[in-house]
């Protein structure tokens, strides 16, 4: 199985940086995802990471290390509608999902 | 069309109905999944199916019964559930890779309440 972790809650102001960190122990590691999940709604995709570096998509990016087993997704220019749970995914033969951290915007 | 979706949105059963929730997509997606989520937990896999076969089942009690009847259908049929079984039932579709970039679609979900 995979062991996949990530913070359980996180809290930042309005226009802030955070950063969502996520390691993971898995074999046959195939990539990773971070998806975006509003309260009751279905997760939506934000990245996707299989070699290392960086990805940068708008005020999203995201980070893979593999040799380290760790990803981050790095959300600027917070909004109040980012308020939500961030899921951190690793593909292998199936998906598997972090538990999810909870990000608050606060004004 | 970059939709998935599911119907009922919402749905209350008592321990000895039989129900079905669908799901549709019109992406030309061969890959189509069953998650269970609980409050606050992150989805759970339930069932994949490729090329309408299906190719996994992660241990899923009995009364849970998936179907396929096409490429763009996915149904799951409901009987004798218990109340632990009240959760969010998410479908979500995909193309095939077995690597590479390969993003799951989501639909918007069936809440399922057992009494």
């Known amino acids: 199985g995979q062991n996949i972790d990530q913070p359980t809650e996180m809290t930042a102001t309005e226009g802030a940086i955070v950063q969502i960190n996520c390691t993971y122990q898995t074999s046959g590691f195939n990539g990773l995802f971070w998806y975006q999940q509003h309260a009751g709604e279905a997760p939506t995709f934000l990245s996707y990471?299989?070699?290392?570096g960086l990805e940068e998509k708008g005020r999203f990016s995201s980070f893979l290390s593999r040799s380290k087993g760790y990803s981050y997704l790095l959300l600027k220019e917070l909004q109040m509608k980012d308020s939500a749970s961030y899921l951190c995914a690793v593909k292998t033969d199936k998906l598997s999902f972090g538990a999810g951290t909870t990000v608050t915007v606060r004004a | 069309d970059t939709e998935v979706t599911q119907t009922p949105k919402h749905l209350v059963m008592g321990m000895t109905n039989k129900k079905s929730l669908k799901c549709e997509q019109h992406?030309?997606?061969?890959?189509m999944y069953w998650y269970k989520q609980k409050a606050k937990k992150p989805p759970e896999l339930m069932f994949v199916y490729s090329y309408e076969k299906l190719s996994i089942n992660e241990s899923v009690p009995s009364r849970f019964s998936p179907e396929c009847p096409n490429s763009s259908l996915l149904n799951l049929h409901l009987h004798a559930l218990q109340p632990e079984d009240s959760a969010l039932y998410l479908c979500?579709?995909?193309?095939?890779?077995?690597?590479?970039?390969?993003?799951?679609?989501f639909g918007p979900g069936t809440r399922l309440t057992v009494l």
């Open positions: 979500a579709s995909s193309q095939v890779r077995t690597s590479g970039y390969n993003e799951q679609f």
């Open positions: 992406m030309g997606h061969r890959a």
């Open positions: 990471n299989v070699l290392d």
